[in-house]
């Protein structure tokens, strides 16, 4: 694959999709870039505690699977999230205000950055745990089947991932029990930073599915329209076949791992040749050069994105904290003890 920036290495528009929804797409790419750039700007500020990692690079892997499938088809995610909730639907005000700890946030803030969960859009959510979210996947492809309903579930986690043993187990218990599973594997080629020619024996990391007779293919993750053709015939095939599929996405992160990763081992030439394919700048091109919008409307979709975002970081400064006493709500049977020397109170336990 060539990794080169021209415009012509874009893939064709697929004949299944429509102007609006590459408008939508393109709006929705543009979205993420802003909330997460704001978001760096306000973990910076000390506004986001904990951890904060960035997929800016990653939209159009994100944004084309997502587009792909329809909204009530369950996603499962790692930490690296953001984009999902935001293509999803989720509100831009709650996810910011959950990346800000707040009661207003999508999990009224109990669980930040990495634990963006959002039932209403079928976001099954994000998980600190690397391949923690991938079983979880298989159990919702269980339920759909058990309930005979026709949905799709995708099942995104990165390079890092793929070694994990949960992966094999996932896949073969997917394969064999016929699960509408679609594993997609957004290869950004660094776990932290480690490198995948130093952690995979096997690079191309969709060979992993061949082990369990499940197809797979590996697919251009820059390009948002070769993500949407991938994930449109992966969704079809699990609908109509009731099988699953793997994708591997290759793609690149432009940030380092998280936000206290000073990202200084990375060579700068390829950071630089990666970020000249940035998806946003090709699909706009092709946005562009097939009508499908003019400059002024582009412009004009960029600025709105702008305001609402800064409508979201508003609303999330203005949202109370949670409040210390109420940090233990929903987690434990008991209430949350009081006694400073104590732990928390654990049924039937010794006070
Ligand atoms: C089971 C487990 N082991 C180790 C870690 C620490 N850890 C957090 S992120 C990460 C790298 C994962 O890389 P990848 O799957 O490629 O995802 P990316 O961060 O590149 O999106 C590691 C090792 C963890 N969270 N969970
Ligand atoms: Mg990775």
Known sequence: ?????????????????????????????????????????????????????LAIGEEAAVVGAVAALRPTDPITSTYREHGQALARGSDPNAVMAELFGRTTGLCNGRGGSMHLMDREHAFYGGYGIVGGSIPLAVGLGFAINYRHEDGVVMVMFGDGATNQGVL?????????????????????QYGMGTSITRAASDTELFTRAQAFDMPSRRIDGMDVMAVYSAVNDAAEYARTAHEPSMIEALAYRYRGHSMSDPDNTRPEEEKARWRARDPLITFERVVLGDAIATPEELEQLRAA???????????????????????????????????????????????
């Open 305 to 351: 994105n702008v305001t609402r975002i800064d409508e979201a970081v508003s609303f999330a400064e203005g949202s109370p904290q949670v409040p210390i006493s109420a940090l233990a709500d929903n987690v434990y049977t008991h209430p949350w003890n009081t006694n400073p020397r104590g732990g928390a109170v654990m049924p039937g336990a010794d006070q």
């Open 168 to 188: 094999s187990e996932s896949m073969n218990m997917a394969k064999l029990w016929h699960l509408p599973v679609i594993f997609f594997c957004l290869n950004n």
């Open 1 to 53: 694959m060539t990794e080169s920036a021209t415009a012509h290495d874009q893939s064709p528009v697929p004949a299944s999709i429509d102007a609006s929804t590459m408008r939508q797409m393109y709006a929705k790419m543009h979205l993420i870039r802003t909330f997460e750039e704001r978001a760096a700007e306000q973990y910076m500020r000390g506004n986001i505690g904990g951890f904060l990692h």
